[in-house]
Every structure is written in structure tokens, then in C-alpha cells.
């Protein structure tokens, strides 16, 4: 029926690493790691996962190091292990990887325009477009709900993921992913149900 919950999914954004500060692109998965504002990051969201007392049925993660990283602080509040979901993979950014918003400005400001404002098109001609990566989440979002039927889960994942998620959940335009904000060991909750999704928390982060 229209207002059966499917699934509740839990969002935790992995911890910091040495590009956050910069919002620096990156699409590699095993570099940079967690630092140590990360860790602490996520330190405080599984004391905020204790504190909440969040139901959990599995634990899933992307497969970069950071989020990795993540997930087995997050594990070990459940005292339980966790499923690498590879299709969960960072938005392939081609040449533009591993420089900031500030380079792209400076040195691509075409680019960087067309990146924003026309997300069906891949910007550099070398990376993921924005529309492609969000219908690859949509797709990978779809399977894991399917398969959980009833659960309450956490996916441990970029900021972007969780970006696109929420852009998919509120059926808003693919070219406002670059308008939502989502900090670093932050939480964001939403409930998928039958014919529609609903935002239940954003980008949340204990204090």
C-alpha cells in the first residue's frame, strides 16, 4: 500500500580525510585515509548511534578506504560486520581529480559552469556525468532496498552518494547535487515506501 515502508536507511558520511578541508574532487578509492578529524568524527556519530538506540538490520559501505575505515568503527557498535557495495563507488571525476572547486574557478570557469548547471553532460569529457551517477545510485539504492524489505540499515558512503540520494528521494532537479550540503561524519536518515521517499533527518552531526 501507498504509505508501507519499504526500507529505513541510515546514512553515516565517512569520517574526514586530508581533502575535505579543500573540497577537493577524488574518485580514487584507496587513497587519501581517514585523518584523525575523521576518526573523531565518526567516533561521535556511534556515540550518537548508541544514544539514538538506531535499529539496524545490516551495515553496508562503499568501497574507498575512508568509507571503509568508517564502517568498522561503525561495526563494532553492533558488534557486527559489514557488506562492501561496489557499485557505491565515488563519482568518476576524470582529469578534474583531486583539485578543488577554487582550481576549477580559476583555471576551468566554463567547465565548471557546464559541470553545475548541465549535469547530463560529462564535465571533463573524461569523467562520470552528473545524471549517470546519480541513475547508477538510483539503481544500486533500488537493489539494496528490494533486498531489505522491512530492514532498517546503515550505508556508510560519501557525501555525493548521500547527495544523490536526497536528490532522488525529493525528486529534485540532478543540477542541484552541488547545492546540497553534506558535512563529513554527518547522518542523514530516509525512509523509502512504497510510491514515495521521505527525508526524516539532514546532515546531521553530534556535537
Same mark, same amino acid.
Given at each position: 500500500?501507498? @504509505? ?6 541510515? @546514512? ?8 575535505s ?6 574518485? /580514487? ?5 581517514? /585523518? ?6 565518526i ?24 568509507? %571503509? ?5 561503525? *561495526?563494532?557498535?553492533?558488534? !557486527?560486520?559489514? !557488506? ?11 582529469? @578534474? ?29 573524461? *569523467?562520470?556525468?552528473?545524471?549517470? @551517477?546519480?541513475? %547508477? ?12 524489505i522491512?530492514? %532498517? ?11 544523490a540520494?536526497?536528490?532522488?528521494a ?5 543540477s542541484?547535487?552541488? %547545492? ?7 547522518a542523514? !536518515?530516509i ?5 514515495? /521517499? /521521505? ?9
Open positions: 500500500m501507498y @504509505f508501507n515502508r519499504k526500507c529505513k536507511v541510515t @546514512f553515516i558520511c565517512n569520517g574526514a580525510t586530508i581533502y578541508e579543500d573540497d577537493r574532487l577524488t574518485d /580514487s578509492e584507496n587513497y587519501p585515509p581517514l /585523518s584523525e578529524t575523521g576518526q573523531q568524527e567516533e561521535k556519530i556511534c556515540e550518537f548511534i548508541k544514544r539514538r538506540g538506531i535499529k539496524n538490520s545490516i551495515i553496508y559501505s562503499s568501497p574507498a578506504v575512508r568509507s %571503509r575505515q568508517s564502517a568498522e568503527m561503525v *561495526a563494532k557498535v553492533y558488534k !557486527q560486520d559489514f !557488506q562492501v557495495i561496489e557499485d557505491l563507488h565515488p563519482r568518476k571525476c576524470g582529469s @578534474f581529480n583531486g583539485m578543488t572547486y577554487e582550481q576549477l574557478y580559476e583555471n576551468y570557469p566554463d567547465e565548471l559552469e557546464k559541470l553545475i548547471n548541465s549535469p547530463e553532460i560529462a564535465t571533463p569529457d573524461d *569523467a562520470e556525468s552528473i545524471t549517470d @551517477f546519480i541513475n %547508477r545510485v538510483e539503481v544500486t539504492l533500488n537493489r539494496v532496498i528490494e533486498e531489505n522491512g530492514n %532498517r540499515i546503515i550505508i556508510v558512503t560519501h557525501k555525493d552518494i548521500i547527495k540520494a536526497i536528490c532522488l525529493l525528486n529534485i532537479p540532478h542541484s547535487l552541488s %547545492r546540497i550540503y553534506v558535512k563529513s561524519g554527518s542523514t !536518515q525512509s523509502y515506501y512504497e510510491k514515495w /521517499s /521521505s527525508l526524516v533527518y539532514c546532515d546531521y552531526t553530534p556535537m
